[in-house]
């Protein structure tokens, strides 16, 4: 199954949005390079998955965007060990008004 997302935070983005972050970004966006070969920079983006800040890489250019499935979670006092993402469907819930 593909990883599918509406919108995109590029990693630079990101990096100058929450610069105490940044350098845990960075440090899993080269560890995550070793998975996924020749990538452009741009295609680096931050998701957020169970609370957790990861590292992912979009494998198309258009929305809805696919995102690869081999991700790096970090926080500010580590990276953690790659993860893989897997997309659940689920009811979109609404407001009764």
């Known amino acids: 199954m593909k990883n599918y997302i509406d919108e995109i935070i590029s ?5 100058y949005d929450c610069p105490k972050l940044a350098e845990k970004a960075e440090f899993a966006k080269e560890y995550l390079k070793g998975f996924y070969g020749a990538v452009d920079e741009e295609d680096f983006i931050v998701i957020e998955v169970e609370s957790y800040k990861c590292v992912a890489v979009l494998t198309d250019d258009f929305a809805p965007y696919t995102v690869g499935e081999i991700i790096a979670p970090f926080d500010e006092n580590r990276t ?5 993402l897997e997309t659940k469907f689920a009811f979109k819930r609404y407001k009764r008004s």
């Open 80 to 84: 953690y060990p790659i993860q893989g």
């Open 11 to 15: 990693l630079n983005q990101f990096k």
